[in-house]
């Protein structure tokens, strides 16, 4: 059996393990992720019919510390070198938690259905730093661009460079879905596409500055998306916000002045039953965007 193989077949025991912890809900549209902090090597997962979800602790030097990575499957024997887009938390937030509810199931049901090619997602616990390094010596920033395309090489996914594809993220991992992209394209390496559901896109320096993750206006405004517009706007883009969202006005303005593939707003607030709602055009927006499917 291939490296490979091993690594992504030694989740078997992980879900047994799960099964009788009770970590996994009896509804496949409410997965809770399985989580073992006793084994580094362990690969715990939640099987949610065809989709799967595997947690795995790592030491990320970026950071400075452990942390989660969490791979959001179609299926339990992903193809080689399947592409992968990276998966961002929002604040208080980790790897576990970057899925929305049912997120694994649905990918892999239309993936199984055909509707769209295999691809997967790959989540990691970022902090609250709006995914770039505020505290010396914590650079989730530079984990994403440096050790993730690693670290899915070792596990036989993205493709040679182990690059991912695309750049997802919830709420202040909108904010740092475009941040990546920029990064990645500054290094010559673009993503093929971005996705944002409710985009942590503030208009105020005076409501971001209590979010205590920029040291002043002047790096904030070095980073925020919404004055960085044209670093991104050749890649197809869709964001998804509801109407009573507190980040509504600044994805308004990003619509307005980016024009992208999608921009869809419908009542709701920032919310799990929002986010759950923007899970099927994601998983089609970005199933369109694979490798695979590029028409230029």
């Known amino acids: 059996m291939s490296r490979r193989s091993l690594l992504l077949a030694a989740a078997g025991t992980g879900v047994a393990g799960a099964v009788t912890a009770g970590l996994i809900d009896r509804s496949p549209d409410r997965v809770l992720h399985a989580l073992s902090r006793s084994a580094s090597s362990a690969y715990p997962s939640v099987l949610t019919g065809p989709g799967i979800t595997r947690v795995e602790r790592i030491y990320s030097r970026a950071r ?46 239309q993936v199984e259905r055909g509707a ?36 899915l090489r070792e596990r036989g996914l993205g493709g040679a460079k182990g690059l991912p594809f695309a750049a997802t993220g919830t709420s202040m991992g909108g904010f740092g879905a475009f941040l990546y992209a920029r990064r990645r ?10 996705a944002a559901i409710s985009p942590a896109l503030l208009t105020s320096w005076s409501k971001m500055r209590k979010r205590k993750a920029f040291d002043d206006k002047a790096d904030w405004a070095s980073m925020d998306p919404l004055l960085h517009l044209d670093t991104t706007r050749h890649v197809p883009t869709a964001v998804w916000c509801g109407e009573q969202d507190p980040f509504i006005e600044g994805v308004r303005e990003f619509i307005r002045k980016s024009r992208p593939e999608i921009g869809y707003t419908a009542r709701g607030g920032h919310s799990g039953r929002f986010f759950r709602t923007a899970t099927p055009g994601l998983i089609s927006f970005l199933g369109k965007h694979t490798p695979e499917r590029r028409t230029d």
């Open 64 to 109: 400075g510390r452990e942390v989660d990575v969490a791979l959001v499957l179609p299926s339990r024997e992903p193809p080689e070198g399947m592409p992968v887009s990276v998966l961002l938390h929002g604040r208080s937030g980790s790897a576990r938690n970057a899925a929305a509810p049912g997120l694994a199931y649905r990918l892999g049901k």
């Open 185 to 194: 394209g500054e290094q010559g390496d673009p993503v093929d596409a971005i």
């Open 116 to 151: 769209v090619p295999s691809y997967g997602f790959i989540a990691v616990d970022g902090g609250n730093s709006y995914w770039h390094e505020h505290a010396e010596g914590d650079d989730p920033l530079g984990m994403l661009l440096d050790e993730v395309p690693r670290w």
